[in-house]
């Protein structure tokens, strides 16, 4: 997988929306010279603020759904 890949591939998986240009160029340079890793590019998409919103975002859906399935209300 290219580098240019691999950046779209986990913009896309962690924060469901491709990167910015100029993102996509830096990451996939880095990547491309050694100077990221593709864990740390992953660790970097979820350790961020954005990845944080949409993780708050999705446990309250899940909870929604499970709570009325289950007859509750939250």
């Keep these: 997988m290219s580098p240019e890949k691999l950046v779209e ?3 896309e998986l962690a924060l469901r929306r491709a990167p910015e240009p100029d993102a996509l160029a830096e990451a996939a340079g880095r990547l491309r010279d050694g100077t990221l890793s593709p864990a740390a ?3 970097d998409a979820v ?3 954005e990845f944080r ?5 999705d446990d ?3 909870h929604a ?6 007859g509750e209300r939250p």
């Design 9 to 11: 591939h986990v913009y």
């Design 47 to 49: 350790n961020g603020e």
């Design 41 to 43: 590019l992953l660790a």
């Design 65 to 70: 759904k499970w709570a009325r399935g289950s």
């Design 60 to 62: 309250a859906f899940a």
């Design 53 to 57: 919103r949409l993780l708050d975002l």
